[in-house]
């Protein structure tokens, strides 16, 4: 069970307080998480007039100054401030007496009401758009001003100290995970992070800019010290269904257990428009090549480059700088980046 679900089915056990439960129509999902703790609708309420029957299904006016008798719960249907009121009017307050599981975005400093949590140290605007989520901010991090980061049912953010994302947009879906490290510049990245996907950061990366999408349940790790350039995508799912005629199964079905779809390792330097496509793995030091299609596994200390990528050269080295005054400066870099391309089975 989710902790969202967990969060609901606790709130509502709590609410209820011995009352009958009215549901905002039928829902077969919210049912069978409802079954689990021994709870069912009592009634069903509706403003569809072809719903109602007035034995089982009420129009929702039915409940007006029954709060006493009944909780409402509406599982699918988006909150609304003149739901509210409308439903206030009939004596059902928020969370007492009426829980929405889509309900209207939310700001609180610590923790919700919908079991939410938030920890930052920074002034970044974020609103709260579910259940149980956990939130926690370093120091000196930017987002854009005027840019909002909500948050959905069990989303997971992790972002240390000193990271800018002043030029950055992040959408997230409900379980999605971010982790950034410290010292991040994110540049003008677009993140989206599918339902229960994740995004890992490492310290000391810098991005230009470009599109970072994880798919459903799908997994992007990047290492420490990686480089970004300008127009880069990082794609960890193929976007959409795909069937193996011979056995009739889906091959890229991304529901069940996360995957880890895209593996960067430390200092990795993707070159400008470079796309990086599921199940790829880049070993450390390496660099992907201007323009580059990558998919597969790559060794070490190597530069990648084509379309489709295949190994160039390898036993290579880079720093950040775009100058050398002397071969010496190979050596100041740390022993584990400068190690000769090893040839294994990846």
């Known amino acids: 069970m989710k902790k969202s679900e967990d969060i609901i089915l606790k709130l509502l056990k709590l609410k209820m307080a011995g009352r009958k439960l009215a549901l905002r129509w039928k829902d077969f999902y919210m049912e069978q998480l409802l079954a689990t703790v021994g709870l069912k609708a009592d009634i069903y309420v509706s403003d569809a007039e072809d719903r109602i029957d007035n034995i089982s299904t009420f129009p929702s006016e039915y409940l007006s100054g029954k709060q006493d008798k009944y909780y409402l719960l509406i599982p699918s249907l988006p909150q609304s401030k003149a739901d509210i009121l409308r439903y206030r009017a009939m004596g ?106 994740k995004l890992t950061i490492g ?44 056995t009739g199964t889906c091959t890229n079905n991304t529901r069940g257990v996360r995957n880890e779809s895209i593996i960067i390792g430390n200092h990795v330097w993707v070159g400008g428009e470079t796309a990086v496509l599921p199940n790829t793995y880049i070993a450390d030091g390496s660099i992907c090549g201007y323009r580059s299609l990558v998919k597969g596994k790559f060794p070490n200390n190597c530069v990648i480059a084509g379309s489709p990528a295949k190994v160039i050269k390898k036993n290579i080295a880079w720093r950040r700088e775009n100058a050398c005054l002397s071969d010496e400066a190979l050596y100041s870099l740390p022993e584990e980046y400068r190690k000769k391309t090893e040839d294994v089975n990846l």
């Open 92 to 197: 059902f307050e928020e969370t007492e007496d009426v829980l929405w599981i889509n309900h209207l975005p939310v700001a609180y400093k610590e923790k919700d009401p919908y079991g939410n949590i938030i920890s930052s140290e920074s002034d970044v605007n974020i609103l709260f758009k579910g259940y149980g989520a956990d939130v926690s901010i370093g120091k000196n991090v930017h987002y854009p001003a005027k840019s909002t980061l909500l948050v959905y049912s069990d989303n997971i953010i992790r972002i240390e100290n000193n990271v800018n994302m002043s030029g950055c947009k992040i959408d997230m879906l409900n379980g999605a995970e971010l982790h950034i490290g410290t010292n991040v510049h994110l540049g003008g990245a677009r993140i989206f992070l599918n339902i229960d996907g």
């Open 203 to 246: 310290d000391f990366c810098t991005f230009g800019d470009g599109r970072i999408r994880s798919g459903r349940n799908q997994s992007i790790i990047i290492g420490n010290d990686c480089m970004f350039s300008w127009d880069i995508t990082l794609l960890a799912h193929d976007g959409h269904l795909i069937f193996d005629l011979n």
